[in-house]
């Protein structure tokens, strides 16, 4: 990919159960970025953490970021059928024009009712 | 909330001809859109940069002339894939950023794709 890469590629759970996804990037960021895509649709932005943050929450949302690792991790509490996507990680390129991403590969999370 | 509107959202052309895919900001201004690729199960590819009024910033390894951007007005940009063949068969996806944090943040807003199929 052109900046990070998610694990796993795919994670299958029961409804209820937490998923966890991990990204890993290569080069020194300003902030990070969670997107979740259903398929055959576009991207839509969920969550992002600065790389002055450690952590952040939004509603079954937790994100967190290790810069000396240079890794985030995506915590999705309380798992639903409709949580059902693909999640990637972003994050800007260095120096560049605002709004340019490169993404990761990203984890196919499949819920089950 | 920012809509992104990307149209058509499927097309199939033959081998030889050139499709253009529109991408319009609804509700706001974009002087900047973002184009992606993106192949089955994978991440996706940062194609170009399209910027209003100017011409626009390929990525390494995409050709300009086969991957056409127009950015004539603030809320409408246009890839043109000139001359399809079936390895251009993929997924396409543009993107615009809205709001700009105090900190210089700006998540995309997405169109929701374009599935090409060149037979």
């Known amino acids: 990919s052109q900046q990070g890469e998610e694990d796993p590629q795919a994670l299958s759970i029961q409804e209820g159960e937490n998923a966890t996804m991990n990204c890993s990037y290569k080069?020194?960021?300003?902030?990070l970025q969670w997107y979740r895509q259903n398929s055959g649709r576009g991207l839509v932005h969920l969550i992002l953490?600065?790389?002055?943050?450690r952590e952040k929450h939004s509603g079954r949302l937790r994100v967190t970021l290790d810069t000396s690792k240079k890794s985030s991790s995506l915590l999705i509490t309380a798992s639903r059928a409709a949580d059902t996507a693909s999640y990637f990680c972003?994050?800007?390129?260095?120096?560049?024009?605002?709004?340019?991403?490169?993404f990761g590969r990203g984890t196919q999370l499949t819920v089950w009712p | 909330g920012a809509v992104v509107s990307q149209h058509p959202s499927r097309v199939i052309c033959k081998s030889g001809t050139s499709v253009k895919i529109e991408c319009r900001s609804l509700?706001?201004?974009?002087?900047?859109m973002f184009w992606y690729r993106q192949f089955p199960k994978q991440s996706l590819m940062l194609m170009a940069t399209?910027?209003?009024?100017?011409?626009?910033?390929?990525e390494q390894g995409v050709e300009k002339d086969k991957f056409l951007i127009n950015h004539a007005s603030l809320t409408l940009s246009t890839l043109t894939v000139t001359s399809a063949h079936p390895e251009d068969s993929s997924f396409y996806i543009c993107?615009?950023?809205?709001?700009?944090?105090?900190?210089?943040?700006?998540?995309?807003?997405f169109g929701n794709g374009t599935r090409l199929t060149v037979t």
């Open positions: 993107s615009a950023p809205t709001i700009k944090t105090p900190e210089g943040d700006s998540p995309l807003h």
């Open positions: 080069t020194s960021i300003n902030n």
């Open positions: 953490i600065r790389s002055n943050e």
């Open positions: 972003a994050s800007p390129a260095r120096g560049s024009t605002l709004g340019r991403l490169y």
């Open positions: 509700d706001f201004q974009a002087t900047t």
């Open positions: 399209s910027n209003e009024g100017s011409k626009a910033t390929y």
